[in-house]
């Protein structure tokens, strides 16, 4: 009886092609992590920057500076975002201090509950932006705008609401 169990599964697996068994290297652990995720019309690339709201933003620009030995941007008042911004240069990617221009400002509101300041938001850069935007809408993840607006650094930008991000403010930019 087991032997002709045996005889019937090898006659199966004789008439399987190798295309619809899956791989050892798609099996294996070692792999890389995009494996079996389809592919998109977009790519999402670096961490550009980490955003931090701050209360006294030219205490916070002397710290990283004249404390930490870091590159630090001039203060760019940005009024259709509401905010001042300064950039901190980090070699692989950036620190945005982040300063309220202006009562409504949402950095205003943000400092209104966190007093000290703090993480407010990150940036990843990604090749489409409107692809991007396409697909995430696809996919139900609310955006903040209803078009992409240009960001601190000339390029257009995206803000994916929290609720949908694990909790995390998220700003997509074009590279």
């Known amino acids: 009886m087991a032997s002709s169990l045996v005889k019937v599964a090898v006659a199966g697996l004789r008439r399987c092609t190798w295309n619809t068994l899956p791989s050892l290297r798609a099996l294996s652990s070692t792999g890389t992590a995009s494996q079996g995720v389809p592919q998109s019309v977009w790519k999402l690339g670096r961490l550009n920057h980490v955003a931090i709201a701050v209360p006294d933003l030219e205490k916070a620009t002397a710290l990283y500076r004249d404390v930490l030995g870091a590159k630090v941007s001039s203060t760019v008042p940005l009024p259709e975002h509401g905010v001042y911004t300064v950039f901190v240069e980090l070699g692989n990617t950036k620190l945005e201090l982040l300063h309220p221009l202006g009562e409504t400002s949402p950095i205003a509101g943000f400092l209104l509950k966190n007093k000290a300041g703090g993480m407010h938001h990150i940036c990843f850069e990604v090749d489409d932006i409107n692809a991007a935007i396409a697909d995430l809408k696809e ?7 209803p078009k992409p607006r240009i ?9 994916l609401h929290p609720k949908d991000c694990d909790g995390v403010l998220v700003e ?4």
């Open 172 to 175: 997509i930019e074009e590279a």
């Open 139 to 145: 996919k139900n993840i609310r955006l903040l705008s």
């Open 151 to 159: 960001g601190a650094h000339g390029k257009p930008v995206m803000f």
